[in-house]
């Protein structure tokens, strides 16, 4: 039940693509659903963010769409670039400390 | 701006050897936190403090100890290295109440032999 399930493990798009990131969770306690980037050698930062109470929240190009009744949550990322080859985490929180993470997705932008 | 700066960011030890990890953040924030990441799992916690003076145990505390003697500073020791040890560890801190944001260190990248 605490799991956050991530896909897929990774992904090429092409320059100017729509990159998608999919990630289900069962715990319905869960109340703040954050996406992380991650670059090779850096730690993980903050992306975007949503609570359950929206079903969408867009931040420049990038896009979480949520589904409650299905508990899936994902990240658009709109005209993709090669800047954003990165290690993306969603994950699943009910407090500070309990935070859960995904697998993370290699992501990988062609010129 | 520091912001969280982790020492060492590498090491190589020998099984049974011990070495601390050290953290410190300039945010004046309340709660820290000690993960290690491994390939395709993921980021794990190992311990945490929601103040100083205190510390509790996350998903996988086994072979590590924390202390929080200053709030800006969290340390991270392994008493007896095993090799499942060999991990990227991240130290992380957030403000605390309604602030959830996890701001994150570089990493210690961390090898025992």
């Known amino acids: 039940q605490q799991q956050v399930k991530q896909s897929p493990q990774s992904l090429i798009v092409q320059k100017g693509g729509i990159s998608i990131i999919n990630c289900a969770y069962e715990n319905t306690a869960f109340d703040y659903f954050p996406w992380y980037q991650q670059f090779p050698g850096k730690g993980p930062a903050l992306l975007i963010a949503?609570?359950?109470d929206v079903s969408e929240k867009k931040e420049g190009r990038f896009t979480i769409s949520f589904n409650k009744s299905a508990k899936q949550f994902s990240l658009h990322i709109m005209d993709s670039q090669p800047g954003d080859s990165a290690t993306y985490f969603c994950?699943?929180?009910?407090?500070?400390?309990?935070?859960?993470w995904g697998a993370g997705t290699k992501l990988i932008i062609k010129p | 701006n520091a912001g969280v700066t982790q020492t060492p960011k590498f090491r190589v030890l020998k099984t049974g050897q011990s070495m601390t990890l050290l953290c410190a953040q300039d945010?004046?924030?309340?709660?820290m936190y000690w993960y290690r990441q491994d390939p395709g799992m993921g980021l794990r916690l190992i311990h945490y403090?929601?103040?100083?003076?205190?510390?509790a145990k996350g998903e996988v505390p086994d072979g590590y100890n924390v202390s929080r003697l200053k709030k800006q500073n969290f340390l991270l020791g392994l008493e007896s290295a095993a090799p499942s040890q060999t991990s990227v560890y991240f130290c992380?801190?957030?403000?605390?109440?309604?602030?959830?944001?996890?701001?994150f260190g570089e990493g210690s990248r961390l090898t025992v032999l």
């Open positions: 992380a801190s957030s403000r605390g109440g309604e602030g959830r944001e996890l701001f």
């Open positions: 949503i609570r359950p």
């Open positions: 994950a699943a929180s009910m407090s500070h400390y309990q935070l859960i």
């Open positions: 403090s929601v103040g100083e003076g205190t510390t």
């Open positions: 945010m004046n924030h309340e709660y």
